[in-house]
């Protein structure tokens, strides 16, 4: 799974990133639930985006952009500089 969003660079608006964040996130795993994938793939898959939620140091740092990536059992991110164009809600999966 792929997330990307818009946060503000500015620390004390990171409030707002992790809500989206955690919003990308319920959606994703709605439509993955949606076409039938596995309860254990979904579990691996939320833990870790859920601690990315909750982790302050993360959210200290700030950009125009952030990439998360996840997969069952883990996740990468890239904060970016340049504001990428993000279409808010991925369509659903066929």
Do not use: C, H
């Not at 990428?84 to 369509?91: A, C, D």
């Amino acid at each position: 799974m792929s997330v990307y969003i818009p946060p503000s660079p500015l620390t004390q608006e990171a409030q707002g990133a992790r809500i989206e964040l955690k919003t990308l996130t319920a959606d994703a795993m709605r439509q993955l639930q949606d076409v039938g994938a596995a309860r254990r793939a979904l579990t691996e898959l939320r833990q870790p985006l859920d601690g990315l939620v909750n982790d302050d140091a993360f959210w200290s740092e700030q950009a125009r952009s952030l990439a998360v990536f996840a997969a069952p059992g883990g996740i990468r991110t890239s904060w970016l500089p340049n504001r990428l164009t993000i279409r808010r809600r991925p369509p659903p999966l066929p």
